[in-house]
């Protein structure tokens, strides 16, 4: 209760310091005022915040640490009316929507600010896509029983500060730290949230095994399950077992955030750096904005692609100059042999018949006269050169193999041509690098494209 009334009194005085620096520099008592009338000037300026430039705004909704956060946008009006909007897996069990995906939900309900020991935000109607964050119902398909508290979350908030078109508010019950942001009025909350939503596969990709936060004197931590919104970290030489810690999390529609600061060692620098909120930049890395330096990535890209626990698919398509020619050639030398047609070629980790090739070229032919399908593979090593850069070596070849690259040249020219050119790695994400272009380093308009399967 004190902190409560000691926030509420800093906010008096500086309302009171607006009030005086607009009065041609009159000097004046605030306190000649009551508190009665202080906290109405109060609830008044931020109705007139939360209205203005057209009244709407993204909260980063929060509940317990034990639950990723939310993203909710609201549109509120002078009639006291406000429009909440959400896109989330607890809206689909209210609309009985496929239950594997996230649903779009809006409604229009009540808002308000009240008095209770300060300036209070709340939603004092029922809106069912919002206020089932408060119910104290069990939460549905989870295992803790949480009838009684639910969610634990609220649907009343202090009114902390504002500042730079942000409002800091704090769960009245719960206490859980929210922000809200403005955003355009012209803003279609739909396409938004959807946009959010789209975001959370490119940020963590549940394909890629693990993301790391590169702090700034080089010592990297080990971020795993980011895609869940409830990531764990570790130092990249520590120990999983004993040294994880776990944050909640949430995803926005400019970036990444964690429920609170965490702080980590830097083992190189011996430095310790408190981190909670990223930006996402142009090559989709997350920067943190708390220090400007720290960001969170992939492994190097060389790295990524040649990690024998991931499997490549070349997209003929999209593959260019000598090596997608060489690539497409192929299908014109196999038809020529047998009439079969390539389904596709992988890179990766394979086992056949209990024969495991640790890094190997593999490639399916479908026998369209046979009416079956035939792996044959080229073991192949990888040899990493820089961050962005690697080789293939040529290794031994299986025997179905052997006797295609003998009834068809266009394969055995297109192993060579791997086995002969040093790779030059990129990718439009640098967190979430699912599909990774590599290109001859003597000739940067020959490449092949690779999709993570």
Not at 302 to 325: H, R
Request: proline share 3%; hydrophobic share 35%; with cysteine.
């Amino acid at each position: 209760m004190m902190n409560k009334l000691y926030k509420f009194s800093a906010f008096a005085a500086l309302l009171a310091g607006f009030a005086l620096s607009s009065c041609n520099n009159e000097e004046a008592d605030i306190f000649d005022q009551s508190a009665a009338h202080r906290t109405e000037q109060a609830k008044q300026m931020y109705k007139d915040i939360l209205v203005d430039q057209g009244g709407k705004w993204q909260m980063e909704y929060f509940t317990t640490e034990e639950e990723h956060g939310y993203v909710y946008l609201f549109t509120f009006k002078e009639d006291g009316s406000v429009k909440i909007s959400g896109h989330n897996e607890y809206i689909t069990k209210i609309t009985n929507i496929d239950a594997n995906y996230s649903s779009f939900g809006s409604e229009e309900s009540l808002w308000d600010v009240i008095s209770d020991n300060g300036p209070v935000l709340t939603f004092n109607s029922y809106n069912k896509y919002f206020h089932l964050f408060a119910d104290p119902e069990d939460v549905p398909d989870t295992e803790p029983d949480e009838q009684g508290y639910g969610h634990s979350g609220d649907y009343e908030f202090d009114l902390m500060k504002f500042s730079n078109d942000t409002l800091y508010l704090e769960g009245k019950k719960h206490g859980a730290s929210i922000i809200m942001t403005r955003i355009p009025s012209t803003t279609d909350d739909e396409t938004y949230l959807n946009e959010v939503v789209a975001l959370a596969d490119s940020f963590f990709n549940a394909k890629i095994p693990a993301v790391y936060v590169n702090l700034p004197g080089g010592y990297r931590h080990v971020v795993l399950d980011g895609a869940t919104q409830l990531p764990k970290f570790y130092p990249e030489t520590g120990d999983y077992i004993t040294e994880w810690v776990g944050r909640n999390a949430i995803i926005t529609h400019d970036g990444f955030t964690l429920g609170s600061p965490l702080t980590l060692r830097d083992s190189i620098d011996g430095k310790d750096y408190t981190i909670q909120h990223f930006i996402r930049q142009a090559d989709g890395s997350l920067l943190c904005t708390d220090d400007g330096k720290t960001t969170i990535t992939a492994d190097a890209l060389s790295k990524v692609v040649t990690n024998q626990a991931l499997v490549w698919q070349v997209d003929a398509t999209q593959s260019t100059g000598e090596l997608g020619e060489a690539f497409n050639a192929i299908n014109t030398g196999t038809k020529a042999f047998n009439g079969s047609s390539i389904t596709y070629i992988k890179f990766g980790a394979v086992t056949e018949s209990g024969k495991k090739y640790p890094n190997a070229v593999f490639i399916r032919l479908k026998l369209k006269a046979a009416g079956k399908t035939l792996n044959i593979y080229q073991e192949m090593q990888t040899e990493v050169i820089s961050d962005d850069e690697f080789r293939f070596v040529l290794g031994d070849m299986e025997k179905n193999m052997a006797t295609y690259v003998t009834k068809v040249p266009e394969l055995q020219a297109f192993i060579e041509m791997l086995g002969n050119t040093t790779f030059k790695c990129s990718s439009s994400s640098l967190l979430a690098p699912v599909n990774i272009r590599i290109s001859d380093v003597n000739n940067p308009s020959s490449s092949l494209m690779l999709n993570l399967q």
